[in-house]
């Protein structure tokens, strides 16, 4: 493991494994760089891959008060650390690489959550609710919320997680919603700052997933002036780390 420190003094924790260009890997909602492994394995097949603990989770620190700029410096400064020249971000992590403006020379997406026509609507007083379960201590209370309310799964899939050891660290990682749902805005489609990137990316969705999903990734692909959208077989919201590592060697090497 080794640490860098960001712009306002934070310790930003992350891991370099393989050979190759440097790729770095950017997480979406309660990933800490221990969920990436699958994809670190397969993907340091064909690049140095940087995969790091985005500020509050895992071994990173966290300074508050928060503000989306600091992750954007955060990955300005794992960047410097390493010269990767490339850059691959998951979900709600797609927000923090494409608002980061830092110089790759290529990126991939892999199904930002933007909420297109057929999505689930957005959860009501949702950036609210979130703060004032976590000024409250009660970031169970996150947790749920952003699992039933926004991703959609049934009350009763949080009941049995509340029964694991995976609980507490959901938990442990409940303010970093707050930090995701600011970074996403308002999930809409964000067709300017899309408009500004000329850096050639790959948008990626899975075969498995919503219509919608798909056609967030289509859109944003469409926005972008080099941008290019592909399908691959997956499950919901997910490729499989043999899959991205073929597509990804073939795109940015």
């Known amino acids: 493991m080794h640490k860098v420190t960001s712009q306002d003094?934070?310790?930003i924790a992350y891991d370099v494994v393989g050979s190759g260009p440097g790729l770095v890997l950017i997480g979406g909602a309660f990933s800490a760089r221990s969920a990436a492994t699958p994809y670190v394995e397969a993907l340091s097949t064909a690049f140095t891959v940087v995969n790091y603990d985005r500020r509050g989770r895992g071994d990173s620190g966290d300074t508050t008060p928060y503000a989306v700029e600091r992750e954007w410096e955060d990955l300005a400064a794992v960047q410097a650390a390493t010269d990767a020249k490339f850059a691959c971000a998951f979900s709600s992590g797609v927000m923090v690489l494409l608002q980061s403006g830092v110089p790759f020379e290529r990126l991939a997406v892999v199904e930002p959550p933007f909420r297109t026509?057929?999505?689930?609507?957005?959860?009501?007083?949702?950036?609210?609710r979130l703060q004032e379960f976590i000024a409250a201590g009660n970031p169970g209370g996150a947790v749920e919320l952003f699992i039933?309310?926004?991703?959609?799964?049934?009350?009763e899939a949080v009941d049995q997680?509340?029964?694991?050891?995976m609980w507490a660290g959901l938990e442990a990682m409940a303010p970093t919603l707050v930090y995701d749902a600011l970074q996403m805005r308002d999930s809409a489609v964000p067709t300017a700052l899309l408009e500004s990137i000329h850096t050639p990316t790959l948008a990626l969705y899975s075969n498995a997933s919503p219509?919608?999903?798909?056609e967030s990734v289509r859109q944003t692909a469409a926005a972008l002036p080099q941008g290019t959208a592909e399908g691959?077989?997956?499950?919901?919201?997910?490729?499989?780390?043999?899959?991205l590592t073929q597509v990804l060697a073939g795109y940015l090497v």
């Open 9 to 11: 003094g934070t310790e």
């Open 117 to 128: 026509e057929g999505a689930p609507p957005a959860p009501e007083r949702y950036l609210e």
């Open 148 to 155: 039933v309310e926004a991703v959609g799964q049934p009350k």
């Open 161 to 165: 997680i509340r029964e694991t050891p």
């Open 211 to 214: 219509a919608w999903f798909q």
């Open 232 to 243: 691959h077989e997956g499950t919901f919201h997910t490729l499989s780390p043999e899959t």
